[in-house]
């Protein structure tokens, strides 16, 4: 499932339907199938309450600037309840309850007003949805949590990789600082199900449902046949190559000499190789029981270099776990079918270039 490990955070005013869709849905449980986590209300209601208030004292760019990091980590995923205030306010009656007396609904349509002004501003994310069917909340995020699960065939790359485009591209500099990306598994068999993505995204690419399903999810068109560029990635590869093998063998090397001459042992945190492309780093940490991969990089085309980069990223960690665990100069023996494998790619400049 391409939620594992996500926060799907269910957004709105009081009385907009939150706590109901909770209960339909998930029969209110905070996992699904214990793997992700959904929450009533998240980061962005500690920007909206302080605006509306009017709370100077409040620093809401900190705050917001926190908001912004889950979206450019895609760690969480928003789901707004855009309820129209009169289905609220009604419901604020029928309630009968003393929090909401008549005097104070004009401060409750200004918060429902926050809201929907708030996340009016990030829809252009692939990880912030708008629910407009306020009858059946509950219908419609299924609906669009299963449709990216099928698109992206299951694959927590995948999917990061399609909200990463669709995020970028609609972006207003069609340029994204500070983008950063974690995937994690708990064994061999786990991190190989998620196969390469150039191959899973050149299967969307020519699917005939794919443009219908994208438009689906994310609510309006996008040329995703533009933003991923499958025609050149054979090309792609070829130019990356020298610098890929470059990489591995600095890191080898690199690794080698630590271990050999300065008696470094699994738990280094030398092993690493720097290059002067756009991968700018590429860091082992090994473990008892995990290998860790840290990619650093300057700046990455969304369009072009970033799938082909991070398929080499993880078409690498065999050969490095081969490396370090043949090792003949130190017993790094590991059991490789059991580690965890946990990969970091940091951009520093995740850009959607126009031609």
């Known amino acids: 499932m ?16 939150k706590s109901t869709l909770l209960h339909d849905t998930f029969d209110g449980a ?22 509306a208030l009017g709370q100077k ?33 009604n419901r604020m009656k029928e309630r009968g309850d003393d929090r909401y007396p ?30 407009h069917q306020h009858e059946d909340y509950c219908k419609e995020l299924v609906y669009k949590i299963d449709k990216l699960d099928l698109l992206s065939r299951g694959s927590q790359v ?8 669709y995020s970028v591209y609609n972006h207003p500099n069609k340029n994204i600082n500070n983008y950063r990306f974690n995937w994690h598994y708990k064994n061999a068999d786990d991190f ?7 191959y899973i995204l050149n299967n969307i690419r020519q699917s005939d449902m794919s443009n219908d399903m994208l438009y689906e999810v994310f609510g309006k068109p996008w040329p995703f ?3 991923y560029n499958i025609e050149s990635v054979d090309e792609i590869q070829e130019k990356e190559l020298y610098e890929q093998c470059k990489i591995l063998n600095d890191l080898y090397f690199n690794s080698h000499i630590q271990m050999s001459k300065y008696g470094e042992g699994k738990n280094s945190r030398r092993f690493l190789a720097t290059n002067d ?16 991969i840290i990619v650093n990089m300057r700046s990455a085309s969304i369009k072009n270099n970033f799938p082909v980069d991070v398929a080499f990223v993880y078409e690498s960690v065999g050969s490095i776990l081969a490396f370090f665990n043949d090792y003949e100069y130190r017993d790094l023996k590991m059991n490789i079918n059991e580690l965890k494998v946990n990969i970091s790619i940091d951009v520093g400049s995740l850009h959607y270039p126009e031609d």
């Open 2 to 17: 391409f939620y594992r490990g996500k926060f799907l955070v269910i957004e709105g005013s009081d009385c907009s339907g």
């Open 192 to 198: 190989q199900e998620d196969n390469s993505p150039v």
């Open 57 to 89: 004292e409040v620093d809401i760019f900190s705050l917001r600037k926190a908001f912004e990091n889950t979206l450019h980590s895609n760690s969480h995923f928003y789901f707004f309840l855009d309820t129209p205030f009169k289905v609220i306010q």
């Open 277 to 292: 492309s756009c991968m700018s780093s590429f860091q082992v940490l090994l473990e008892d029981d995990a290998i860790n």
């Open 30 to 51: 905070s996992v699904i199938n214990k793997n992700t986590f959904i929450q009533d209300r998240g980061m962005s209601t500690s920007v909206i309450y302080p605006e």
């Open 225 to 227: 046949a533009h933003c």
């Open 158 to 165: 995948v999917a990061d990789l399609i909200v990463a485009m």
């Open 102 to 131: 008549e005097e104070n609904m004009d401060f409750h349509r200004k918060v429902n007003d926050a809201y929907r002004n708030f996340f009016n501003q990030y829809l252009d994310y692939g990880n912030v949805f708008k629910l």
